[in-house]
T-cell receptor
Framework: NAGVTQTPKFQVLKTGQSMTLQCAQD?????MYWYRQDPGMGLRLIYY???????DKGEVPNGYNVSRLNKREFSLRLESAAPSQTSVYFC???????????FGPGTRLTVT | GENVEQHPSTLSVQEGDSAVIKCTYS??????FPWYKQELGKRPQLIID?????GEKKDQRIAVTLNKTAKHFSLHITETQPEDSAVYFC?????????FGPGTRLSVLP
């Protein structure tokens, strides 16, 4: 039981490049989330998916897109990376009824 | 919109003393309030949570209290140890989403 996994762990992009962050969970959770965490700050919600086939914007969605590929996988795409997107990105999943949310190990992204 | 405030932003205590972190939330419909501990370079880890039908919950040295009328909840850590040093985040749900507080950096001094 791996919980929530994310790839890659680290990534460096140049401004304007694109990339997709992958997230998968094996806890049979319906809800999945993408957050960003900037130095010294809390977690801000980018997008979430309450169930397979649905996605909704969070607090800071600009510059990102998501895909809920199936119940297990939820990916985050940066179409044209900007230095302001330098951050640590956490994926999380939660049980729809208990709300208990579990986080992946994070992806540290630097955009130069 | 939904908002969670958290105080203090930093807290230093002597080993063996107690630590208290307080949060307030804005959405009266929130009914789930988790607390996360995040060590440097690691993921947030759920350490305790409380639901709106309960006023207090305890797990060994950690307890959480909830005052729904005042819309605030608190984390209490007793007999603090150096390994308790970390950043602690509170959160409140609104529907299936969560809003996090900005965090409290707890330092336990030996």
């Amino acid at each position: 039981n791996a919980g929530v996994t994310q790839t890659p762990k680290f990534q460096v992009l140049k401004t304007g490049q694109s990339m997709t962050l992958q997230c998968a969970q094996d806890m049979n959770h319906n809800s999945m989330y993408w957050y960003r965490q900037d130095p010294g700050m809390g977690l801000r919600l980018i997008y979430y998916s309450a169930s397979e086939g649905t996605t909704d914007k969070g607090e800071v969605p600009n510059g990102y897109n998501v895909s809920r590929l199936n119940k297990r996988e939820f990916s985050l795409r940066l179409e044209s990376a900007a230095p302001s997107q330098t951050s640590v990105y956490f994926c999380a999943s939660a049980d729809r009824y208990s709300y208990e949310q579990y986080f992946g190990p994070g992806t540290r992204l630097t955009v130069t | 919109g939904e908002n969670v405030e958290q105080h203090p932003s930093t807290l230093s205590v002597q080993e063996g003393d107690s630590a208290v972190i307080k949060c307030t939330y804005s959405d009266s419909a929130s009914n789930y309030f988790p607390w996360y501990k995040q060590e440097l370079g690691k993921r947030p880890q759920l350490i305790i949570d409380i639901r709106s039908n309960v006023g207090e919950k305890k797990d060994q040295r950690i307890a959480v209290t909830l005052n729904k009328t005042a819309k605030h909840f608190s984390l209490h850590i007793t007999e603090t140890q150096p390994e308790d040093s970390a950043v602690y985040f509170c959160a409140a749900n609104y529907g299936q989403n969560f809003v996090f507080g900005p965090g409290t950096r707890l330092s336990v001094l030996p």
